[in-house]
């Protein structure tokens, strides 16, 4: 089994004086990959996870959510504030960013686009393929108006925040993570709110957000379970499984130390246990592991995919 | 003489609008402390007098509900919990595993569940605590203490509210109990910690 992981950062001691804050310095418009300070250097890696040979890696500028869409893998990078798409060579092919890109974290590819979670600006964006915005959902436009630091927030659309400082604590809601949804008959999109601790289903024609799920300490990563889903509580170092309507049916505990990424696979679940420094795997009621590998304490994982079998086979021969 | 009195008019009218001016921004400020996080917005609540609860009695056979207004006595400890949380899921669990391991309070205890009535009994169905269990519907009070869900409250004399924070998990009870200062709570946390989790002994 391939595991395609991204890793924020190889420099996690330096980084981490900024961790949730606000970095140094942002360099924005020039090439993809080139601008970049040290610490924003971060990984895409394709490691084997038998092995734990990594058979395949790039640096690229705080990489942290990405997305397989045919032969092209989107990546959300962090600071750099846009999106950069890359082949199967794991080359850059070409990147872009829209005017709301800021404190990137998470990126899905459908047929219709990429729908993208910015952090910065507590939004979720949906573009074409060409870059072209479709569709924004504000948070700071639907309710949320107070900072975690119990300031205003407040987000001008007609400004552009690529070049822009946005703290996490300035953040209303620091979304991380999102899904394109169907809920009682309409279309949704689901959001996980660092800040408030809740999964929230937003209306995508009226914008009205609904609470689903509760009481988590600064969730990450809302995914699709073979019983309905997998959210990783990060700050509560566990995994949660909850129905398909969002009924809570397990909290996995093993002494985690912040689930940065959970993932429902073939067999078990696959968890990116972030300070622990490992991804481990464990079988499906989550209550035995399996197997575990673990990679450079400098490094800081964000997300794991598992390759397709074509992807597998590409990334090898490429 | 006309002269003056219109001074003086608009004179109060100005002072009028700048004192309303004041308050206002002050009243924005106060707002934007209250939202700063879910405990200072419950700080707000200590002293103050907790009004007699409106609950539904969730009896043990959960189809049966009877509505009524209850006045707690001094040293109750009420802890308010609600469905689709996954602090209080975790809080239900380990305050059920104490509650059915032989280990009853020696003080007044209250879990009052907030929410869907529906998504109470599903819950309670998971997780036992019976003759604890009401549901509180007073709506007005719940708005209150909402983001501190789930969280504890501690009762002086007349229901004043000695204590209240905010919930989740074994550490935080602990720091709950030794902030209430009531030695009942602390001595029933460890004597049912021990019989409910006798490993840990």
Same mark, same amino acid.
């Given at each position: 089994m391939m595991v395609i992981a991204s890793f924020l950062t190889a420099h996690f001691r330096e980084w981490r004086r900024d961790w949730h804050g606000v970095q140094r310095s942002i360099q924005i418009g020039g090439d993809a990959v080139g601008a970049s300070n040290d610490a924003n250097d971060g990984i895409l890696a394709a490691i084997d996870f038998e092995t734990g040979e990594i058979v395949r890696s790039v640096t690229l500028n705080s990489p942290s959510g990405f997305a397989i869409h045919g032969d092209d893998l989107y990546v959300a990078s962090m600071y750099g504030n846009r999106i950069v798409r890359l082949g199967m060579d794991f080359g850059v092919r070409e990147s872009f960013a829209t005017r709301l890109m800021n404190d990137l974290h998470n990126v899905i590819a459908d047929d219709g686009g990429l729908l993208v979670a910015c952090s910065g600006t507590d939004s979720v964006i949906e573009l074409d393929y060409s870059g072209v915005q479709k569709w924004c959902w504000l948070a700071t436009q639907h309710?949320?108006?107070?900072?975690?630091?119990g300031h205003r927030a407040w987000v001008d659309t007609s400004r552009d925040y690529r070049a822009s400082r946005i703290g996490t604590t300035s953040q209303a809601t620091h979304c991380n993570s999102v899904r394109k949804w169907r809920l009682n008959g309409r279309d949704v999109v689901l959001l996980t709110l660092f800040h408030q601790g809740q999964v929230i289903a937003v209306d995508s024609i009226t914008g009205r957000a609904s609470v689903l799920l509760r009481g988590m300490r600064n969730p990450h990563s809302l995914r699709r379970a073979p019983e309905g889903w997998i959210i990783s509580d990060s700050g509560s170092n566990a995994v949660v499984i909850v129905s398909e309507d969002f009924w809570i049916t397990r909290i996995i505990e093993h002494g985690f130390n912040w689930v940065q990424d959970a993932l429902a696979v073939d067999g078990g679940i696959l968890v990116a246990d972030a300070n622990n420094c490992r991804i481990v795997m464990f079988d499906r009621d989550g209550s035995h592991q399996l197997h575990e590998i673990s990679y450079p304490g400098e490094w800081k994982v964000y997300q794991l995919e598992i390759a397709s079998v074509r992807w597998e086979e590409g990334i090898r021969r490429l | 003489m006309v002269g003056m009195v219109v001074g003086l008019w608009v004179s109060v009218a100005a002072e009028l609008a700048l004192v309303l001016l004041i308050v206002r921004r002050l009243g924005g400020l106060t707002r934007l402390v209250a939202t700063s996080g879910a405990q200072d917005g419950v700080d707000r609540l200590h002293g103050t007098k907790i009004p007699p609860l409106r609950v539904r009695v969730l009896d043990d056979n959960l189809g049966r509900q009877r509505a009524q207004r209850v006045w707690f006595d001094e040293g109750t400890i009420i802890v308010l919990v609600r469905p689709r949380c996954v602090a209080s899921r975790r809080l239900l669990a380990g305050l059920s595993q104490r509650l059915n391991a032989g280990c009853k309070p020696e003080f007044p205890m209250v879990v009052g569940f907030v929410g869907d009535i529906q998504d109470v009994n599903r819950l309670l169905g998971e997780f036992d605590v019976t003759g604890f269990a009401v549901m509180v519907i007073n709506q007005g009070f719940v708005r209150k203490i909402d983001d501190a869900i789930p969280c504890a409250i501690s009762l002086g004399a %007349? %229901?004043?509210?000695?204590h209240v924070a905010s919930i989740d998990g074994d550490d935080s009870v602990f720091r709950f109990a030794e902030a209430s200062g009531s030695a009942a709570v602390r001595q029933w946390l460890e004597r049912s910690m021990v019989a409910a989790w006798p490993s840990t002994a």
């Open positions: 309710g949320f108006r107070s900072s975690a630091s | %007349g %229901g004043v509210i000695q």
